[in-house]
């Protein structure tokens, strides 16, 4: 074994140790040191045994060549797995190996332990394999191009899917009776609360105005999966894997903000612990700061994650004479309270209870927007700021579509209702994507949204979208 | 956890036989090239190149090859951003056209909006190698033995005997280090006979014909910006087809409108004329020609004719019968009108009853459809 990879051996060692003392619960870790082009091949792909698709090797093919030319750099890449893989940059020096070290083991604790990940797959590298190779047998026996195309089609809409569903079970039945009220609005579900018993002449009449479903599913690919009508086993296949891998996937979608700065926050407290000679102790310094250095166009997940956890920390070692009256708070339980923040939250909730007026103001957080070709600040308010940036991670950042209607204008066209918010969807990419969900569901598609403060029907019939507006 | 299990294990495996991302790297650009194939009629009538006189590399929007998903519209939505503490309502702090400054390293993409399609550049050569792969002159015939066989040669083998001016002076090296090798040389000790590699040739014969293209243009008055357009473009992609595919094909370039001449190659492709159409003018002058220097016994001849159609109406039945004499002489005939408003031609209507094989017409509405008038030309045979 090369003297480098001894002094890294022991080095992993010695943070390892100081990693469980502060109380941090991983998995094993298996680090494997791994060309560039290697990392971006896993970085491209999310996974190391992902299955192949063109896309891939697109992103593949753009963040190689942001590396070469120096752009940009990925230093490691940690996956969600027991044991859990790291996948080192080959030709990182000592240091920058150890602080890696360091921040993929509050990863792995953070994986290990968010609540939100609880019911991930911890195998899925190998599942990642078993399905890239049934899809390589399907390439097989069906055709190259047939494949691709499925797989082209099912990744357009690959992010609608319902986190909550893990089971593969739909919360409705197929003949279940409407509700009692027709008029569906996203607080729907506080109605049921006090919800009581149909009489019988209601539930005649609820019996004519059936729909399908009976109340709007969230999840597409599972809704497409179950009732197109005509689709093949090795596509419903296809469907299940895609679905499953965005399950998988979905976690860290929604806690990248909390994650990356816990990361943060613990490689900095381990290395403090650590015997640094000088040049390391420079170098640290320069690729600590280059981590968290903010982004005037956007948020550094990193650098607010960790900003926050390190306010939760303060206010929780030093409560005001107000909490700890109003709220029985006792001085120095600031660990406690990270611990119990990371194993609970996620990004949402994380900055809606912990983005606090002093971080909004201390961090020069705005909010900006696109005026004439200009992207102007358009307001600072602390309030607005954390509210902005909450809707923007609501259901993970993409639009929140509903299945309305699957035997619409009783012929089996499908219907789908964005739930429009404040932000109107990319109209050009919207009717680009229609014919994907029409080749998936082999009938007409409807999708209901607002462009401009009004309500608009787009619909795909096979051979051309049109629009129009209700 | 087992106790047994190591807290961590530390590896380092040989990855040269990993190529995934490569090989869906290979499989994108594949899918580029195809999306440049079906985007040719557009490119054909790419205004750049034609200017360009095909020297320059060309960007290419391709939108068939974004990622489309069901996404916000960026550009109306409100972003969170940060400043160096002293930011205030109204500040510009990035414009369309240069983006603000990268986030920190270390992060992923993150969730900036890409660029909205993706960009392939490609030479004009590549271009041509597209386009000119599924065009032919059609009918050709050969002429006179003696002319037709062309033969070239091709290094394209490598031989263990050889003459020693041909010597590949690597590929022996690396024959005289594997040699040295599998009998125990870290060195290379001597090269050995067996050794030597030397390039060979093939010699690559194909048949070739002599041919003549007779390009006549209408410059009338009535040829419009769009019309004029057309034609340049189109005869600008035949001449380069010719010249790059065929090696012995002759140009005559005609300009006409009440009278016709022969032009050089520049002053066909810039000369802007006015005044009426007599087409028949054009046809007889290329006649003359072929009378005085392409012998239909030597040579394939090849007659193009690109007007707007709007023909003095009592030249119409000349046209015809002279038409009808360039076609005995000729292996086809191709007429191109350009006529975006669809209205009743004169000259198309009296070609309408033109019943030969040897008579071939394209009538082009817009700048896409010049693709459409060369694959027609020039189709292959078979396909």
Request: proline share 4%.
């Given at each position: 074994m090369s003297e480098m990879m001894k002094k890294l051996e022991r080095a992993v060692d010695e943070i390892t140790e100081i990693a469980k003392g502060f109380g941090l619960d991983f998995y094993p870790m298996r680090y494997e040191i791994c060309p560039a082009d290697i990392i971006y091949t896993f970085g491209a792909y999310g996974m190391p045994t992902r299955f192949s698709h063109w896309s891939f090797g697109k992103t593949f093919h753009r963040m190689k060549l942001q590396y070469d030319l120096g752009l940009s750099k990925i230093y490691e890449l940690v996956i969600n797995s027991n044991p859990c893989y790291a996948f080192l940059l080959e030709g990182n020096s000592l240091i920058q190996n150890k602080m890696i070290v360091a921040h993929v083991l509050a990863h792995c604790d953070f994986f290990k332990n968010n609540m939100h990940f609880s019911?991930?797959?911890?195998n899925m590298v190998e599942s990642m394999a078993a399905t890239a190779e049934r899809l390589r047998s399907y390439e097989m026996k069906y055709g190259k191009e047939k494949v691709e195309n499925f797989l082209d089609a099912v990744l357009a809409i690959?992010?609608?899917?319902?986190?909550?569903?893990t089971s593969r079970?739909?919360?409705?039945?197929?003949?279940e009776p409407m509700p009692k009220?027709?008029?569906?609005?996203?607080?729907?579900?506080?109605?049921k609360l006090e919800e009581v018993k149909e009489t019988k002449e209601e539930n005649d009449e609820l019996q004519n105005n059936r729909?399908?479903?009976?109340r709007p599913e969230k999840d597409l690919l599972l809704f497409i999966e179950e009732f197109?009508?005509?689709?093949e086993e090795w596509q419903r296949d296809i469907l299940t894997i895609m679905r499953e891998e965005m399950l998988y996937f979905w976690p860290q979608i929604e806690t990248k903000i909390m994650n990356e700065g816990w990361a943060s926050y613990w490689h900095q407290r381990i290395i403090r612990e650590m015997d640094l000679t000088e040049e390391e102790t420079v170098e640290f310094a320069k690729l600590n700061s280059g981590v968290i250095q903010p982004s005037p166009t956007s948020i550094n997940p990193y650098y607010l994650g960790l900003k926050i956890l390190e306010d939760i920390e303060k206010r929780w070692d030093h409560p005001t004479e107000e909490e700890m009256r109003k709220f029985n708070r006792k001085p120095g339980k600031g660990r406690e309270k990270i611990f119990e923040v990371r194993e609970i939250e996620n990004d949402l909730s994380f900055i809606r209870n912990y983005l606090t007026k002093e971080l909004v103001d201390e961090m020069d957080m705005y909010v900006f927007a696109k005026q004439g070709n200009d992207w102007t600040i358009?307001?600072?308010t602390w309030e607005y700021v954390r509210d902005q940036l909450v809707n923007n991670k609501v259901n993970g950042g993409f639009p929140y579509l509903l299945v309305?209607?699957?035997d619409y204008l009783r012929n089996g066209e499908l219907y789908i209702y964005h739930q429009y918010e404040t932000i109107e969807l990319d109209i050009k990419y919207l009717e680009k994507t229609m014919p994907y969900i029409y080749f998936l569901w082999g009938k007409s598609i409807h999708m209901e949204t607002m462009i401009e403060q009004r309500k608009v029907l787009f619909t795909y019939d096979g051979k051309k979208c049109h629009r129009r507006f209700l | 956890m087992n106790m047994n299990e190591p807290l961590f294990i530390i590896s380092r495996e040989?990855?040269?036989?990993?190529r995934k991302g490569h090989q869906d790297q290979l499989r994108h650009l594949e899918k580029v090239k195809e999306a440049i194939k079906k985007n040719l009629p557009d490119l054909v009538s790419e205004e750049n190149i034609i200017l360009s006189k095909g020297k320059d590399v060309v960007k290419i929007p391709i939108r068939s090859l974004d990622e489309y998903?069901?996404?916000?519209n960026y550009n109306k939505n409100q972003h969170i951003g940060q400043g160096?503490?002293?930011?205030?309502?109204?500040?510009?702090i990035a414009r369309d056209g240069e983006p603000g400054k990268g986030p920190g390293?270390?992060?992923?993409?993150?969730d900036q909006p890409g660029v909205d399609y993706y960009e392939a550049e490609i030479t004009v050569e590549e271009l041509e190698e597209m386009l000119f792969s599924e065009m032919e002159l059609p009918n050709l015939q050969q002429k006179?033995?003696?002319?037709?066989i062309v033969s070239d040669i091709r290094f394209n083998d490598i031989r263990k005997k050889g003459l020693m001016g041909n010597i590949d002076k690597k590929r022996t090296l690396l024959e005289a280090i594997k040699r040295n090798a599998q009998n125990?040389?870290?060195?290379?000790?001597n090269i050995s006979e067996d050794d030597l590699r030397f390039k060979t040739w093939e010699e690559i014969v194909y048949p070739h014909s002599n041919a003549v293209i007779l390009a006549m243009m209408d410059t009338s008055g009535s040829m419009g910006i769009l019309e004029k357009y057309v034609a340049r473009s189109f005869f600008f992609w035949m001449v380069r087809f010719l010249r790059t595919r065929y090696e012995k094909v002759e140009v005559v370039f005609i300009a006409h409108h009440t009278e016709a001449k022969e032009v050089s190659e520049e002053e066909f492709f810039t000369k802007g004329e006015s005044g009426g159409t007599i087409c028949s003018s054009a046809y007889r002058k290329a006649l003359e020609i072929i009378g005085e220097r392409y012998s239909p016994s030597l040579y394939n001849i090849y007659p193009f004719h690109f007007s707007?159609?709007?023909?003095?109406t009592s030249d119409n039945e000349r046209c015809v019968k002279l038409v009808k004499e360039l076609m005995g002489v000729s292996n086809m005939f191709c007429y191109g009108e350009v006529n975006q408003y669809n209205r009743h031609s004169t000259l198309m209507s009296a070609y309408?009853?033109?019943?030969?094989?040897?008579f071939k017409y394209a009538i082009i509405r817009?700048?896409?459809?010049v693709y459409k008038a060369l694959t027609t030309f020039f189709r292959k045979e078979g396909t």
């Open positions: 019911k991930t797959n911890r690959q992010e609608h899917i319902d986190p909550g569903l079970q739909f919360e409705w039945k197929e003949n009220d027709k008029r569906v609005s996203e607080y729907h579900d506080l109605w729909r399908f479903p009976p197109s009508p005509n689709l358009t307001e600072k309305k209607d699957g | 040989d990855w040269s036989l990993h998903r069901i996404r916000y160096n503490g002293d930011s205030k309502v109204g500040d510009v390293k270390g992060q992923g993409a993150g006179q033995q003696d002319e037709i125990g040389f870290k060195q290379v000790q707007d159609g709007d023909n003095l309408k009853h033109m019943n030969d094989s040897k817009e700048k896409g459809e």
